[in-house]
């Protein structure tokens, strides 16, 4: 397992921006890796949630393991999902723009000394999905690595 974080800006109001953010179904418009996700209980956006993730190679399950609006949110797979992912965001209020320190704990299953360029792979697409996430908030539409284009 390999731990990483990003940070990023967006200049947007904490309550538009966590909300957005934290709307697993809204994925799919700014990581261009997710195809899908769509809730699999009674209780979406609360803890304890579930959703099935559709992604490009394959499908994960996740549960919303934490959730304190417009602070942090956690979502985790679900055994058996691979990879194992332990994703933690952190939302911090300043005026009209919120800050977001996006931290991860994934276990891609690759050999201790292949993990750090898996790694540095991993935080790297994950930096340039949040830029689409801030180009998607700040602007109100993007187009995303794979040419799929999404407005809000």
Known sequence: MFEFENRITINRRVEDVFSFATDLTSIPKWNYYVLSVAPTSSNPGTIGATYHQVRKIDEQDLRIVDLERNRSFIIETIPPSKPELRREMMFE??????????????????PRLLQPLAANRAKNGVRENLGKLKALLEEGSVTLQDGRSFTL
């Open 93 to 110: 209020s300043d005026g009209e723009m919120t800050h977001i320190t996006d931290r991860w704990h994934l276990d891609l299953g690759v």
